[in-house]
Nanobody, 125 residues
């Protein structure tokens, strides 16, 4: 069974940076695409970024393009989300997720089978 554990959230001022990490265990990490999603209070969970198995393909939501970078280290079984130039509207619980084995990276929430518990990111103005 895949297990995902996020870390790195916190409180930051607008314009600041945070790096989220997601530790993957239970299966062969390099055979899973990975994604980051977020959910703000009263809103639906939304796509943030995704990365293919080997990291050669990445996707971003328009709202974070140019500010956030998704990456992975298959030797460490970890996926990262580097968040720069943070804005108050980035405030949300951030989740990492994995689709089923060998499924492609995707923006679609319903395609993801495994989810972490989430980490809170709060950006103050």
């Amino acid at each position: 069974q895949v297990q995902l554990v996020e870390s790195g959230g916190g409180l930051v001022q607008a314009g600041g940076s945070l790096r989220l990490s997601c530790a993957f265990s239970g299966r062969i990490f390099s055979m899973y695409s990975m994604g980051w999603f977020r959910q703000a209070p009263g809103k639906e969970r939304e796509f943030v970024a995704a990365i293919s198995w080997r990291g050669g393909t990445t996707y971003y939501a328009d709202s974070v393009k140019g500010r956030f970078t998704i990456s992975r280290d298959n030797a460490k079984n970890t996926v990262y989300l580097q968040m720069n130039s943070l804005k108050p509207e980035d405030t949300a619980v951030y989740y990492c997720a994995a689709p089923s084995l060998m499924r492609p990276a995707t923006r679609i929430v319903a395609e993801y089978e495994y989810w972490g518990q989430g980490t809170q990111v709060t950006v103050s103005s």
